[in-house]
């Protein structure tokens, strides 16, 4: 394995990390976690692989073993508590709106949208990191893209009368 291969990696694995965590440093973690795992099983890589895919499939069982350790916290959903948050005025920008919007879907719908959209892998190299058949990738992803679109119409930066966010392109 060449070094060179693996840094070029880090951009998508910090962005892939980033957005299934949710908070800058646990991504951080997340990734030199992965790398950790990388160095210590790098005979498990076979030569000619796709090494996207396996530091993608390290990392995303990485991640789901770390979720699998912690204890389960109740979920709260915003709309239930919103009367009694007191926060500054609501940010305007449109990121923010997707990254909380994004971390509002389910994790496995979360993983595919990101896998696919975001670091443009097939289906069938996200079905292989995921360990999941390619239907069930089409199905989390045709789902997600739905939840994701519902979740944007309904952000507070969202004006009536103006088309919403995300548009649909197809």
Not at 21 to 50: F, P, Y
Not at 109 to 129: C, F, G, N
């Given at each position: 394995?060449?070094?060179?291969?693996?840094?070029?990696?880090?951009?998508?694995?910090?962005?892939?990390?980033?957005?299934?965590?949710?908070?800058?440093?646990?991504?951080?973690?997340?990734?030199?976690d992965t790398l950790e795992r990388a160095c210590s099983k790098w005979r498990l890589w076979r030569s000619g692989s796709d090494l996207r895919a396996w530091l993608f499939t390290l990392m995303h069982n990485l991640y789901l073993?770390?979720?699998?350790?912690?204890?389960?916290?109740?979920?709260?959903?915003?709309?239930?508590?919103?009367?009694?948050?007191?926060?500054?005025?609501?940010?305007?920008?449109?990121?923010?709106?997707?990254?909380?919007?994004?971390?509002?879907?389910?994790?496995?719908?979360?993983?595919?949208?990101?896998?696919?959209?975001?670091?443009?892998?097939?289906?069938?190299?996200?079905?292989?990191?995921?360990?999941?058949?390619?239907?069930?990738?089409?199905?989390?992803?045709?789902?997600?893209?739905?939840?994701?679109?519902?979740?944007?119409?309904?952000?507070?930066?969202?004006?009536?009368?103006?088309?919403?966010?995300?548009?649909?392109?197809?």
């Amino acid at each position: 394995m060449d070094r060179t291969q693996v840094i070029e990696q880090l951009p998508g694995l910090r962005r892939y990390a980033r957005v299934l965590t949710g908070d800058a440093w646990a991504a951080d973690d997340l990734v030199q976690d992965t790398l950790e795992r990388a160095c210590s099983k790098w005979r498990l890589w076979r030569s000619g692989s796709d090494l996207r895919a396996w530091l993608f499939t390290l990392m995303h069982n990485l991640y789901l073993n770390q979720r699998r350790a912690m204890p389960s916290l109740q979920r709260l959903e915003i709309e239930d508590v919103q009367d009694s948050l007191q926060a500054n005025a609501p940010p305007s920008d449109d990121a923010l709106d997707l990254e909380r919007c994004l971390q509002r879907l389910p994790a496995e719908q979360r993983a595919v949208l990101l896998l696919v959209t975001l670091e443009d892998l097939s289906y069938e190299d996200t079905a292989r990191i995921l360990a999941i058949p390619v239907g069930t990738v089409m199905s989390r992803l045709s789902r997600a893209r739905s939840r994701l679109r519902a979740l944007m119409e309904h952000t507070p930066s969202a004006v009536p009368g103006q088309p919403p966010v995300l548009r649909r392109l197809k």
